[in-house]
């Protein structure tokens, strides 16, 4: 079991082919073959190539091919093309949400248990490296991060529209989901502008993250048709819509981007990874975002895995690779250089994440906060339809916000779709 998260291009993309058995082909892109070099698949948009480097600069005698193949959605896709054909990297970063169609193959895979992986299976969140557990016992990935939540905001808006500022304050205003749309409602009655990006990721895929059932029930059943807890998200997200506090900008579009900038929202999901994308984006707001307790107070959107396929060249040393990079001394050095939230608790308390504050959200206590929100988080089980379920119900609100679709039939829509991506 395991709470995930949609990378940024699966909130706007989602299709996968089903698995193919590996064959027998070469190994493209290899290392160079001498055994300590490797080739190394990863998404873009997450500075894989600082990680390499860094890794590089303390093994000089090692050459890491790295391939940054595109959103994570193209990269799981590049990957069951791959696999198909026997020409596999060695190394390959999966995301979490992709991750359960290639554990139901773990024989594409080879077992990390096999080079030490069981030994230090117990580094890390129960619930997060279970996800990466074959049935027969694989382990078939090694987590790399996982993406507790919070609420980034506007400091200069909230006063501007007479809301509090403090981030304790703040937090105190939403305890629950209806509570922050009931917020952005004083929000846009004061200030006549949208209060949050879009209902779809920053209100569906928050509160539909925090429940201990999604799409699957704990057997591997599909029960996304019945699941309370997301009946419960899609509604909310139609509640905001129709409370007008939305900017109907997708997250990770243009318009989103060249909206943080502008103020044109005052509120946006803020899982730790996405700090990184405020920064870059907003670069002029320094100073003017600080982060609250997420609605609900506990929740994940995030989450990736390393795996090394079966016929891959190098695995000795795509595992030296993981086995530095991912325990928890190489997580704590990887959170202080880039934000990806530890996947390994012992360091939780370590001052380097404990007392790290970030001066680009009002010097909110940041390690703490993404910490905590991780604390009595009642895993879910993830399917291997759970993306494409998931980007169906982002599709049918995106349609009411944005292409004028009528939220009474939406439910509907959004099951239908389903049932049609996935042939269930």
Same mark, same amino acid.
């Given at each position: 079991?395991?709470?995930?998260?949609?990378?940024?291009?699966?909130?706007?993309?989602?299709?996968?082919?089903?698995?193919?058995?590996?064959?027998?082909?070469?190994?493209?892109?290899?290392?160079?073959?001498?055994?300590?070099?490797?080739?190394?698949?990863?998404?873009?948009?997450?500075?894989?190539?600082?990680?390499?480097?860094?890794?590089?600069?303390?093994?000089?005698?090692?050459?890491?091919?790295?391939?940054?193949?595109?959103?994570?959605?193209?990269?799981?896709?590049?990957?069951?093309?791959?696999?198909?054909?026997?020409?596999?990297?060695?190394?390959?970063?999966?995301?979490?949400?992709?991750?359960?169609?290639?554990?139901?193959?773990?024989?594409?895979?080879?077992?990390?248990?096999?080079?030490?992986?069981?030994?230090?299976?117990?580094?890390?969140?129960?619930?997060?490296?279970?996800?990466?557990?074959?049935?027969?016992?694989?382990?078939?990935?090694?987590?790399?991060?996982?993406?507790?939540?919070?609420?980034?905001?506007?400091?200069?808006?909230?006063?501007?529209?007479?809301?509090?500022?403090?981030?304790?304050?703040?937090?105190?205003?939403?305890?629950?989901?209806?509570?922050?749309?009931?917020?952005?409602?004083?929000?846009?009655?004061?200030?006549?502008? *949208?209060?949050?990006? %879009?209902?779809?990721?920053?209100?569906? =895929?928050? !509160?539909?993250? /925090?429940?201990? +059932?999604?799409?699957? &029930?704990?057997?591997?059943?599909?029960?996304?048709?019945?699941?309370?807890?997301?009946?419960?998200?899609?509604?909310?997200?139609?509640?905001?819509?129709?409370?007008?506090?939305?900017?109907?900008?997708?997250?990770?579009?243009?318009?989103?981007?060249?909206?943080?900038?502008?103020?044109?929202?005052?509120?946006?999901?803020?899982?730790?990874?996405?700090?990184?994308?405020?920064?870059?984006?907003?670069?002029?707001?320094?100073?003017?975002?600080?982060?609250?307790?997420?609605?609900?107070?506990?929740?994940?959107?995030?989450?990736?895995?390393?795996?090394?396929? *079966?016929?891959?060249? %190098?695995?000795?040393?795509?595992?030296? =690779?993981? !086995?530095?990079? /991912?325990?928890? +001394?190489?997580?704590? &050095?990887?959170?202080?250089?880039?934000?990806?939230?530890?996947?390994?608790?012992?360091?939780?308390?370590?001052?380097?994440?404990?007392?790290?504050?970030?001066?680009?959200?009002?010097?909110?206590?940041?390690?703490?906060?993404?910490?905590?929100?991780?604390?009595?988080?009642?895993?879910?089980?993830?399917?291997?339809?759970?993306?494409?379920?998931?980007?169906?119900?982002?599709?049918?609100?995106?349609?009411?916000?944005?292409?004028?679709?009528?939220?009474?039939?939406?439910?509907?829509?959004?099951?239908?779709?389903?049932?049609?991506?996935?042939?269930?």
């Amino acid at each position: 079991m395991a709470s995930g998260r949609l990378g940024s291009a699966s909130v706007l993309l989602a299709v996968l082919l089903p698995l193919a058995t590996v064959g027998c082909a070469n190994v493209s892109d290899p290392g160079s073959g001498d055994g300590r070099s490797f080739a190394f698949w990863s998404f873009s948009g997450i500075n894989q190539a600082a990680a390499v480097e860094e890794y590089e600069a303390a093994h000089p005698d090692v050459d890491v091919k790295l391939t940054e193949v595109g959103s994570s959605v193209e990269t799981a896709q590049s990957l069951v093309t791959a696999l198909a054909s026997g020409k596999v990297p060695d190394l390959v970063l999966i995301q979490g949400d992709d991750l359960p169609r290639f554990v139901d193959q773990p024989q594409n895979f080879l077992d990390l248990g096999d080079f030490g992986g069981d030994a230090i299976a117990g580094d890390y969140l129960d619930w997060v490296i279970a996800q990466s557990r074959a049935e027969d016992g694989t382990l078939v990935g090694v987590p790399t991060d996982v993406g507790g939540m919070a609420v980034a905001y506007r400091t200069d808006l909230f006063e501007a529209a007479g809301l509090p500022t403090d981030r304790e304050e703040v937090g105190r205003l939403w305890p629950t989901w209806e509570d922050f749309i009931e917020t952005g409602r004083r929000y846009t009655e004061a200030t006549g502008r *949208a209060f949050t990006d %879009n209902a779809a990721t920053s209100i569906f =895929y928050q !509160a539909v993250n /925090q429940g201990d +059932q999604k799409y699957y &029930d704990d057997s591997g059943a599909l029960v996304y048709r019945s699941s309370p807890p997301v009946e419960e998200a899609f509604q909310l997200a139609l509640d905001a819509i129709d409370a007008g506090i939305t900017a109907g900008q997708s997250s990770f579009t243009e318009p989103w981007s060249a909206g943080m900038q502008q103020g044109s929202y005052a509120a946006v999901a803020a899982p730790s990874w996405m700090l990184e994308s405020v920064r870059s984006n907003a670069p002029d707001t320094e100073g003017a975002w600080d982060l609250a307790t997420i609605p609900g107070g506990a929740g994940n959107w995030g989450g990736s895995y390393l795996a090394i396929p *079966a016929n891959a060249e %190098n695995p000795e040393a795509a595992w030296d =690779y993981i !086995a530095e990079t /991912q325990s928890p +001394q190489g997580q704590l &050095d990887h959170f202080t250089d880039s934000g990806a939230l530890p996947t390994t608790p012992q360091v939780y308390e370590d001052e380097r994440l404990a007392g790290l504050t970030d001066p680009f959200f009002s010097d909110a206590p940041v390690g703490r906060i993404y910490t905590d929100s991780l604390i009595g988080l009642q895993p879910f089980r993830i399917g291997p339809d759970s993306a494409i379920i998931g980007q169906e119900f982002l599709n049918a609100l995106i349609h009411v916000e944005q292409g004028g679709g009528d939220p009474a039939d939406a439910w509907d829509n959004a099951l239908d779709n389903i049932r049609i991506a996935i042939g269930e």
